[in-house]
């Protein structure tokens, strides 16, 4: 607002203020040109609000309110349960964080972030979370500014629900120590892809309750050894899919329950970027030198050891000594997103192809990338497409006969022009193919039948957050929240250990394919990629 406006307060402001709101509705209407425009918007809003009612009615979908999940945060917490952190990196930073333990250094930023842009909802999300009542008692970390750096989160007092600060965690050189100590009742596992599977076990056999990042496992021999773990263990597994407690996820689920697609034969997923970051070229630490890191320890691991590398630590997602690409990396969140909404399962082949193609920087992961797994007992095809050298937006597709569904942080359904099921409402107007029939936001209204291209851009759009009872969450809190209840009251988790190996074994199908250039195929009763 400029000084020459007028401000709220001013008596032209009070004038206008006085005139009711039925007062303003006379006034408007006797201007003929705004009457009209007037009337026609109400005439139109009307038609629109029976359009509504009528698709509505059809569909039998709940028409607004949010997606049926629910609440995996016990009330309270009934006792403090002692989290360590296995590496501490980007994402085990802000597993942590979204757990209550953001690092003091982040609170700064996040701070004068707000000053800068009050929009900012960062730290507001962060402190108004759930307290999940936890401590963060171990850190372990093979490079010592990051494992520094934990332990300095671990006993910060800007917290969630005024939780107040702990005793600062104690860092251990090796998760093994950590495992052995008795400091800890459960772990976050963090790290490169190819320690997730040897900590899982250790974790397992210490009867220490795990959260794992994606992709399981590197490998499908060690998908089988963790998944056998867990299973002859009573610990509490969850894999951190966090778009398991997304509210778009599971209102998509109501969809497919409703058959509001009919029958469903392709699905297409994508992951696009087109920035150097987005294709896993990361910062180097300053201070990352043979000194700061143990190099032998992060190796260990490795099927193929080479001498010390600033490159390879920090950009470890680029080799498959350990990490799994774009299958393991990005094809894993969209191939969860699919077996939460439909429950597919392990496909019974996949086909995979593609390159390095732009970033021709030592990697040995491509670069560019696609899948085809096949489905024949459900009739059904899956294709995933990436591109690490574009940007273009595709989403994750649903394609039925009767309409189509576009999921991300958002949801959208298209009648088909050709359904049988709507084939009488499209040819009454009252289904527009060439529009979305409905569109579901988190956070918004629920369900809008008849929806304007603004509506449209939401339901397009990703997000790390979601939505309940209309306050925004994170999703990776929710995630972590519900794998703590689940420890301290039983049930399941959402992306339990049976999950977490469909995940694997579908990753590892379309590297193997890849790397191997054949068709490959799953035997379930040998368990065995063939």
Request: charge should be negative; proline fraction near 5%.
């Amino acid at each position: 607002m400029t000084d020459d406006q007028e401000k709220p307060g001013t008596p032209a402001s009070d004038d206008w203020t006085q005139v009711s709101r039925r007062g303003w509705i006379k006034t408007l209407v006797s201007v003929p040109v705004l009457g009209v425009f007037f009337y026609n918007f109400l005439r139109k809003r009307a038609a629109d609000e029976a359009k509504k009612q009528a698709v509505m009615a059809e569909l039998g979908v709940q028409e607004s309110g949010p997606a049926v999940i629910a609440n995996a945060i016990s009330k309270p917490p009934s006792e403090r349960i002692r989290v360590g952190i296995i590496g501490y990196g980007g994402e085990g930073e802000a597993l942590v964080r979204h757990a209550g333990f953001a690092a003091p250094d982040w609170i700064e930023d996040a701070r004068k972030r707000v000053a800068d842009d009050p929009r900012d909802k960062q730290l507001e999300t962060y402190l108004t979370q759930d307290d999940l009542n936890i401590a963060i008692t171990g850190v372990c970390d093979v490079f010592d500014v990051r494992a520094e750096r934990g332990v300095a989160a671990s006993a910060i007092d800007v917290r969630p629900g005024n939780g107040g600060s702990n005793p600062p965690a104690k860092r251990f050189r090796r998760y093994t120590d950590m495992l052995e100590s008795g400091d800890v009742d459960a772990v976050i596992i963090g790290t490169p892809d190819s320690w997730h599977a040897r900590m899982t076990v250790d974790a397992a056999a210490a009867g220490i309750h795990v959260y794992c990042e994606k992709c399981f496992t590197r490998t499908e021999e060690e998908a089988l050894a963790a998944h056998a773990a867990v299973t002859n263990s009573n610990i509490v597994f969850q894999l951190g899919h966090q778009n398991r407690q997304s509210e778009a996820h599971n209102k998509a689920r109501e969809v497919i329950a409703a058959n509001i697609l009919g029958p469903i034969t392709l699905v297409e997923s994508t992951t696009n970027r087109n920035t150097p970051w987005g294709a896993w070229v990361w910062d180097i630490h300053e201070k990352g030198s043979p000194e700061t890191i143990d190099w032998a320890q992060f190796e260990e691991t490795a099927p193929n050891k080479v001498p010390f590398s600033l490159e390879r630590f920090f950009r470890w997602r680029c080799w498959f000594d350990y990490g799994t690409g774009l299958a393991g990396d990005l094809l894993s969140h969209e191939y969860d997103g699919v077996n939460q909404i439909l429950q597919v399962g392990i496909p019974a082949s996949c086909v995979a192809s593609g390159g390095i193609y732009y970033f021709k920087d030592g990697r040995d992961v491509p670069d560019t990338f696609q899948a085809v797994y096949e489905y024949p007992d459900r009739d059904l095809t899956f294709v995933y497409s990436a591109t690490l050298a574009n940007g273009r937006d595709r989403g994750l597709t649903f394609m039925g006969h009767d309409a189509s569904m576009r999921v991300s942080g958002s949801l959208s359904v298209q009648a088909e022009y050709d359904s049988t099921r709507y084939q009488q409402k499209i040819e009454d107007k009252l289904i527009d193919p060439s529009q979305p029939m409905f569109t579901y936001r988190p956070g918004f209204k629920g369900i809008d039948a008849v929806t304007s291209a603004t509506e449209r851009y939401f339901a397009s759009r990703g997000l790390l957050y979601t939505y309940r009872g209309g306050r925004r969450v994170s999703a990776y809190h929710l995630l972590i929240g519900e794998w703590l209840d689940v420890i301290r009251n039983g049930g399941e988790t959402s992306c339990n250990i049976e999950r977490a190996f469909e995940e694997a074994i579908t990753c590892h199908m379309a590297t193997r394919s890849y790397l191997e250039n054949r068709k490959v195929t799953w035997d379930p009763v040998r368990r065995r990629i063939v």
